[in-house]
C-alpha cells in the first residue's frame, strides 16, 4: 500500500479503531485544562503524559500526546480571555483583543471566534504537512551524517537568535542544553563525560526528567510567586462560532495559517512567536486596524489561526529531520524515541504509513477539540478559579511520579529538582526557554553525527564543509548567527533602504 491516499485513509482507519476515540476524548481534555490554567503550559503538559504512557502502545501513546498538544495551545486562549493571563505563552497575544471582547461583555462571542481560528489553523497546517512532509521526508533522505551535524547546530542557532529577547541568552541556553546532553557516556567509546566517578552520572541525565523539571517544576515554583488571577465576568453569552466572523477575514485565516505552519517548521520558534507574527501581519494589513487592542475580531481570530497552525508545522521536522519545531514538539519527540518510533529522514523508509497516522491523529483531534469547545466553556471558568496554592501541590506530585516512574531510579527525582531549580532561577533572568530545551534534544544528535563524521573521514574536517547540501546548511548557521548581532541586521537594513 504506497499510494499516499490509501495510506491516509489507513492511517485514519488505526487511529479510529480500537478505542482510540475514547484516548482522543480524554487526552484533549486534559490538554484543554492543561493550557488554561495560567503556569501550566503545552510543554509540561505533554512532558508530564509522557511519563503516564509507558504502559501503552507506541501509536496509542503518539495519539494522547498529540491530543494534549493540540488541546493545550488551544485552551491557552480560555485564560487569555476571561483571565487578561495567556494559560500559555503561545495565547498571550489572544489577550490583546480577547480580554476587551470579554469586558465588553462578548467573553462568549470572543471564545467562540477562538474556536473556529483555532479549528482552522490547526486544519490547514495538518494539509500542509499531508502534502509536504512526505516529499521533504524523500529529501531528506539525502542527508549524512555531515548534515546532521549542521541540521542540529541551525536549530540551535536559530531558535537562540529568534525566539525573543537578548540573543546572548539565547545562544547561552541553547548551548547550556548542549552541555547537559554531553554529560554521560559517549556512544562509539563508551567513555563517561562530567561523571567524575559517579556511576548514575555515567549514565547520563535521563532527558524526560530533565524537562519534566524545567518544564513541570519551574512552572510550579513560578506559578507560587505570581499573584492570584480573578475572572473578568461569571456571565457568557453565545459561544457558538459565527460562520459570518471566519468569512469575513478569509484572508487574514489563510495567511494566518501559511505564516503559522512556516513558522512551526522552523526549528525552536514555537507558537508564540507563530501567533505575535500573525497578529503582526493581519494588523498591518487590516482596514480596521484602530481596532486592533481594543476587541478587534479579526485580531483574535488571527493570533488563534497562527498558533494553531504552528501545531503540525512544529511536527513536520520532526518527522523528516528529527529536528523538533517548537519546545512541546522538543518533548513529542522525545516522547517517539522512548516509544522507539525513530523520527528522522529514515522513517519515509521505514515506516511511511506513520506520517499520515499522524495526520489522522491531529484532524482527530482537532474535531474533539472544536466538540469541547462548543460545551466546555462554563466548567473551564470554574476550574480556573482553583486557588493555585491547592493546584501547583498536585502537579508536582505528578512530576515526581512522572520522573521516577520511568527507570524508578531515585537518581531521577534529584534530576527532575535540580533541573527545576535550575529552569526557575533561568527564567526569572528571562532566558529563553526554547534553545535550552532544543540543545539538550538535538545535542545528542549534534554528537552522534560529530563523532560518526570524524570516523567516516578519518578526522577530516573538510566534508563537513564541502559537501554541496552540508555547505548549504553551514552558510545558513553562519547567516543566522550574523544576523543576531545588532549591528549587522542595522547595516543591512540601512543597505536595502539607500
Known sequence: MTN??????????????????WHALWAVLI????????????????????????????????????????????????????????????SAASTLDGFPLARQGLAGRAMGISTAGSWVGTLFGTVILALFAPSFGEFALQFGSYEMFWVAMFGIVIAGSLSGGDPLKGYIAGFLGLFVATIGQETNHAYARFA????????????????????GVAEVLSAMRGPAVKAVSSKIDSVIPRIGD????????????????????MPGLGEDIAAWTSYAAAKRASAEREKFGRGSIEGLMAAETGESACVPGAIIPVLTLAVPGSAPAAVLMAAMMIHGLNPGPMLAITS????????AMLVVADMVKLFYGLILVRPLLWILLIPRARLMPVVFV????????????LFDIWVMLGAGLVGFILRELRFPM??????????????????????????????FFTRPISMGLCVLTLAAAAWSIPGVAGLLRRRRAA
Open 434 to 463: 526554547a534553545p535550552l530545551v532544543l540543545g539538550i534534544v538535538l545535542g545528542d544528535l549534534l554528537d552522534k553525527n560529530l563523532l560518526r563524521g570524524l570516523v567516516l573521514s578519518g578526522g577530516d574536517v573538510t566534508p
Open 246 to 265: 471566519v468569512t469575513k477575514y478569509w484572508k487574514t485565516v489563510l495567511r494566518s495559517g501559511a505564516l503559522g505552519t512556516f513558522i512551526g517548521a
Open 398 to 409: 505528578l512530576c515526581t511520579v512522572g520522573a521516577f516512574a520511568i527507570t524508578s531510579r
Open 196 to 215: 567524575y566517578g559517579n556511576g548514575d552520572l555515567a549514565g547520563g541525565l535521563g532527558l524526560l526528567p530533565v524537562l519534566v523539571g524545567v518544564f
Open 31 to 90: 490538554g484543554i485544562v492543561i493550557g488554561a490554567l495560567p503556569g501550566l503550559t503545552a510543554t509540561m503538559g505533554v512532558a508530564l503524559l509522557t511519563t503516564l504512557t509507558f504502559g501503552m502502545g507506541p501509536n496509542v501513546a503518539m495519539l494522547v500526546l498529540v491530543c494534549v498538544y493540540v488541546g493545550a495551545i488551544y485552551g491557552g486562549s480560555r485564560s487569555a480571555i476571561l483571565l487578561n493571563i495567556p494559560g500559555t505563552p503561545a
Open 352 to 359: 511511511p504509513e506513520f506520517i499520515y497516522q499522524i495526520v
Open 4 to 21: 499516499p491516499f490509501d495510506m491516509l485513509l489507513g492511517g485514519f482507519a488505526h487511529v479510529l479503531g480500537g478505542g482510540a476515540v
